[in-house]
């Protein structure tokens, strides 16, 4: 059984960069042709996908924050990452690192395993 | 841009009612639709893939239907740990995008 997990909760002063590294268990990112990706959940509001990558390293992006995010992945620690620059208090959020549903090889539009989450507060 | 709206945004219900929730896109998504149930403080939780393919372990009382532009989730009969908030979720050329939530109350 795949476990994720993002490390504990943490403060980011605005204008700097949040950086988040889920880890995952029960499984290689190497070795399996699954996409990773990142969620996040501002406080009493709804989901918004951040971005995704393929294990092989292939990356997309949320439209609407392309230009300040960056997602990679470490095979060797069997980990994904999260970069995000210029945060604001606007990134004050749940952040939720989750795997896609695959089926025979093919991404199913879904996601399927989600990590417990992480709160991230943009503040002086 | 695709555009989402998912109704109702709060829906009050009584144990064992059938409650459905609804999801209608601007543009064709094909089958391309998730629904997530979420509890307060945990992860969503995948209940269907692909429009209405229940997903491993997903009780039988939800189902979803629906293609192209309109789609619904169906709980045929309401159960106490089904009081939760409701997503849905459509992916389009590599951009996954959820609805704004259901949240289902207690009547």
């Known amino acids: 059984q795949v476990q994720l997990q993002e490390p504990g909760p943490g403060l980011v002063k605005p204008s700097e960069t949040l950086s988040l590294t889920c880890s995952v268990s029960g499984g290689s990112i190497s070795s399996s042709s699954y996409y990773w990706g990142w969620i996040r959940q501002p406080p009493g509001k709804g989901l918004d996908w951040i971005g995704s990558i393929y294990y092989s390293g292939s990356t997309y992006y949320n439209p609407s924050l392309r230009s300040r995010v960056t997602i990679s992945v470490d095979t060797s620690k069997n980990q994904f990452s999260l970069r995000l620059n210029s945060v604001t208090a606007a990134d004050t959020a749940v952040y939720y690192c989750?795997?896609?549903?695959?089926?025979?090889?093919?991404?199913?539009?879904?996601?399927?395993?989600w990590g417990q989450g992480t709160m991230v507060t943009v503040s002086s | 841009d695709i555009q989402m709206t998912q109704s109702p945004s709060t829906l009050s219900a009584s144990v064992g009612d059938r409650v459905i929730i609804t999801c209608r896109v601007s543009q064709s998504i094909n089958s391309w639709l998730a629904w997530y149930q979420q509890k307060p403080g945990k992860a969503p939780n995948l209940l269907i893939y692909k429009a209405s393919s229940l997903e491993s372990g997903v009780p039988s009382r939800f189902s979803g239907s629906g293609s192209g532009t309109e789609f619904t989730l169906t709980i045929s009969s309401l159960q106490p740990d089904d009081f939760a908030t409701y997503y849905c979720q459509f992916y389009n050329s590599y951009s996954w995008t959820f609805g704004q939530g259901t949240k289902v109350e207690i009547k």
């Open positions: 989750v795997r896609h549903l695959m089926i025979g090889g093919n991404e199913m539009g879904a996601f399927d395993f």
